[in-house]
């Protein structure tokens, strides 16, 4: 073996050094040069949550009009399941209600009738396009219209989110990959993703999106920051219909809605199928002690949970 077929390699002191311990994309939302999954059931606005990342990305505005965006540039998007004139028409929504004029809009919308992953062409083709745009981030609507091989064997789904890590890597772009989850309660909302668990794993940073009566809940995770505390967010549109969009309801001190906390802990009880120590309750929420006592004690007095010395 000649020195020249030597992986590099470099001394830890060596490696490059952050001002910051994370840096955001659009913080707390989504990490820089992150992989993820945009994932929920049918109807809970996944496509609306990563256009309107995209769109803030692409414009430098805050993202549900309240995320401000650290790192602004491009953004490319493909949405398979939308014809072109809803594309327009989604887009040109989300910059009426944010004042955005969509001819100074700095995304790109991939405009071909299929795009395939597991297609060697297909890849190529997707490459030399983020090679000519540089996006800071790409958004691809679903995966389940990206390929054709089995979301349930693992050997297929590493060899496509295998080909999406190394493009993150060449590039420097984050991507947000939009797929279906199941109706199921999981303790976790990325248990509940159709197919391999590789896609659960996969991700730097994952959105869930899940419906509760009239409202929709946001939980976040990230592989190398804190997870922030789920939001409560609305789909709204002007009286006419116009200007549809995401937007994110808060509490009279302007933090997360309790009601929030309520179901997530609701879903995580629902799901154990026996009782929880409140540590663990905490541990998996998230949440601060003082926040989730609030809670307990307020659906303790409701009747909605019971207390036990175990």
């Given at each position: 073996?000649?020195?020249h077929?030597?992986?590099?390699?470099?001394?830890?002191a060596?490696?490059?050094?952050s001002d910051?311990?994370?840096?955001?994309?659009?913080?707390?939302?989504?990490?820089?040069?992150?992989?993820?999954?945009?994932?929920?059931?049918?109807?809970?606005?996944?496509?609306?949550?990563?256009?309107?990342?995209?769109i803030?990305?692409?414009?430098?505005?805050?993202?549900?009009?309240?995320?401000?965006?650290?790192?602004?540039?491009?953004?490319?998007?493909?949405?398979?399941?939308?014809?072109?004139?809803?594309?327009?028409?989604?887009?040109?929504?989300?910059?009426?209600?944010?004042?955005?004029?969509?001819?100074?809009?700095?995304?790109?919308?991939?405009?071909?009738?299929?795009?395939?992953?597991?297609?060697?062409?297909?890849?190529?083709?997707?490459?030399?396009?983020?090679?000519r745009?540089?996006?800071?981030?790409?958004?691809?609507?679903?995966?389940?219209?990206?390929?054709?091989?089995?979301?349930?064997?693992s050997?297929?789904?590493?060899?496509?989110?295998?080909?999406?890590?190394?493009?993150?890597?060449?590039?420097?772009?984050?991507?947000?990959?939009?797929?279906?989850?199941?109706?199921?309660?999981?303790?976790?909302?990325?248990?509940?993703?159709?197919?391999?668990?590789?896609?659960?794993?996969?991700?730097?940073?994952?959105?869930?999106l899940?419906?509760?009566?009239?409202?929709?809940?946001?939980?976040?995770?990230?592989?190398?920051?804190?997870?922030?505390?789920?939001?409560?967010?609305?789909?709204?549109?002007?009286a006419?219909?116009?200007?549809?969009?995401?937007?994110?309801?808060?509490?009279?001190?302007?933090?997360?809605?309790p009601?929030?906390?309520?179901?997530?802990?609701?879903?995580?009880?629902?799901?154990?199928?026996?009782?929880?120590?409140?540590g663990?309750?905490?541990?998996?929420?998230?949440?601060?002690?003082?926040?989730?006592?609030?809670?307990?004690?307020?659906?303790?007095?409701?009747?909605?949970?019971?207390?036990?010395?175990?």
């Amino acid at each position: 073996m000649t020195e020249h077929e030597l992986l590099p390699v470099l001394r830890a002191a060596d490696l490059d050094q952050s001002d910051e311990v994370e840096q955001w994309l659009v913080r707390p939302l989504w990490l820089a040069e992150a992989v993820g999954i945009a994932g929920g059931a049918p109807k809970c606005a996944k496509t609306w949550y990563a256009l309107d990342l995209a769109i803030s990305v692409a414009s430098a505005t805050p993202c549900l009009g309240r995320f401000e965006v650290e790192q602004p540039g491009p953004a490319l998007v493909f949405l398979a399941e939308d014809a072109l004139r809803q594309v327009r028409a989604r887009i040109e929504a989300i910059c009426s209600h944010r004042g955005i004029d969509i001819k100074r809009l700095d995304l790109h919308v991939i405009t071909v009738a299929e795009l395939r992953l597991d297609l060697e062409r297909d890849r190529e083709r997707l490459e030399r396009t983020i090679d000519r745009i540089r996006p800071r981030l790409l958004v691809l609507d679903p995966l389940v219209r990206l390929h054709r091989a089995d979301e349930n064997s693992s050997h297929d789904m590493s060899g496509i989110l295998g080909h999406l890590r190394a493009m993150q890597r060449r590039f420097h772009l984050a991507i947000l990959l939009v797929h279906h989850a199941s109706k199921k309660n999981r303790a976790r909302p990325g248990q509940a993703l159709r197919g391999s668990s590789d896609l659960h794993a996969f991700g730097d940073s994952n959105a869930y999106l899940a419906r509760r009566d009239d409202h929709l809940v946001l939980t976040l995770e990230h592989r190398a920051a804190p997870e922030p505390e789920p939001l409560k967010l609305r789909l709204v549109s002007r009286a006419d219909g116009t200007g549809t969009h995401l937007e994110v309801e808060a509490s009279a001190d302007g933090r997360t809605d309790p009601i929030v906390l309520e179901d997530a802990l609701m879903q995580i009880l629902g799901s154990a199928g026996k009782p929880m120590r409140r540590g663990d309750l905490r541990k998996a929420l998230r949440v601060n002690n003082q926040r989730l006592g609030d809670v307990l004690d307020d659906l303790q007095l409701r009747r909605a949970i019971v207390r036990t010395h175990e």
